[in-house]
């Protein structure tokens, strides 16, 4: 039975007898080596599977985290701002601990398969005419005046949560690894992975602390740009953001870890989008293959050392958005009669079998 990240991490969590031991069964996600990916980039990359988590994405290991420390305080009701996935997460957690959640969303730029998934949850679900920032600006407020949890990932605990990745792959690797690549877009997540991997190097987990590298999508890169992106834009939704919360420790983990963090633009993402599904059979969301496209783009620049370990983070299931993943194929589907002597020129006609 799956005990969940709050039962096996409790000792390194913020977790007390109080705390409810609630679980989907998060973490334990797969590591899988990238044969092809580290042919391209000459080192060796293993991809992390953070889009089998319960709700396909990341975000369930801070959430449970969250959700757990709300129901202890007494909370009946947990608010997000979201691009999709945390309000997916919020949802799924709320509905388990007993809560009601309330997810803002901004409107028009949450995929579709994350929508669908807050909405079964039984979220209660508010657009608003805006970005995520404008979203989480005002949640931020009418949480501070109202008995609501606010379990976005200025929440402390949602990044105690997060930091069991880095535990995680330490585990899993059975060895250090030199550098993390993964995407930024409220840049929490970066930011709980440092802290994870300081603290795995703390209680002499890991001999050393691996560079961080995050990337923002270029549409959207206020900390490579060093400003306040207004107007952010992005086909990887997840991370159009244009002013991370996180932001200050985010450059903290690149400044501590001498990683780095860069932008790569759409048409990368989308390469490296259909390179994970064609060559790695890994289907993930945009975001996430950003990740993948900063790993392309330093290698191209001669920046990727020969032989590194490298974890590159995948953080949503590509289901998440089925939308961009059929716009991708750009395939119409024809029927045929099903008759086998039909099918068998189809399938003749291109290629020798
Ligand atoms: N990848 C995916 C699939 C995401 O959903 C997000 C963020 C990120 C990467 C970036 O992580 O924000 O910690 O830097 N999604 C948030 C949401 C903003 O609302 O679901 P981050």
């Avoid at 005990?3 to 031991?21: F, I």
Wanted: net charge negative; hydrophobic share 40%.
């Amino acid at each position: 039975m799956s005990q969940g990240l709050l039962h096996k991490y409790a000792s390194l969590l913020p977790v007390t007898d109080q705390t409810p031991r609630l679980t989907l069964g998060e973490g334990a996600t797969p590591l899988v080596y990238a044969e092809k990916l580290s042919d391209r980039i000459q080192a060796h990359v293993y991809l992390k599977l953070e889009g089998l988590n319960p709700t396909g994405s990341f975000k369930d290991r801070g959430m449970v985290m969250a959700v757990a420390k709300a129901k202890e305080e007494g909370a009946s009701a947990v608010i997000c701002a979201s691009t999709g996935n945390t309000s997916a997460s919020a949802a799924a957690y709320a509905s388990k601990a007993g809560l009601s959640c309330f997810v803002v969303i901004p409107h028009g730029y949450v995929a579709l398969g994350k929508l669908a998934q807050a909405m079964v949850y039984g979220a209660d679900i508010i657009p608003i005419k805006g970005n995520f920032d404008q979203a989480l600006q005002v949640v931020r407020q009418l949480s501070e005046k109202h008995p609501i949890s606010l379990v976005n990932s200025v929440n402390p605990y949602r990044l105690e949560g997060q930091k069991t990745a880095a535990f995680e792959i330490r585990e899993q690797l059975g060895r250090d690894v030199d550098i993390v690549a993964l995407p930024v877009g409220n840049a929490g997540n970066i930011s709980a992975y440092w802290k994870g991997f300081k603290e795995a190097h703390q209680v002499q987990m890991i001999s050393k602390t691996p560079h961080m590298w995050g990337f923002e999508a270029e549409g959207a890169a206020a900390i490579v740009k060093n400003k306040v992106i207004e107007n952010p834009d992005t086909f990887a939704t997840a991370i159009r953001i244009g002013n991370p919360a996180s932001w200050d420790l985010a450059v903290q983990a690149r400044e501590e870890s001498q990683g780095d963090i860069d932008d790569v633009t759409d048409e990368q993402i989308r390469e490296a989008y259909e390179l994970l599904s064609a060559e790695e059979g890994i289907f993930c969301e945009p975001a996430s293959a950003s990740s993948v496209a900063g790993l392309l783009k330093k290698a191209n620049k001669g920046q990727v050392p020969e032989g590194a370990t490298i974890v590159s983070v995948l953080t949503g299931n590509g289901l998440k958005d089925p939308t961009t993943a059929m716009d991708s194929i750009n395939q119409e589907l024809e029927p045929i009669s099903g008759d086998e002597e039909e099918l068998t020129k189809l399938i003749f006609k291109h290629q020798e079998v």
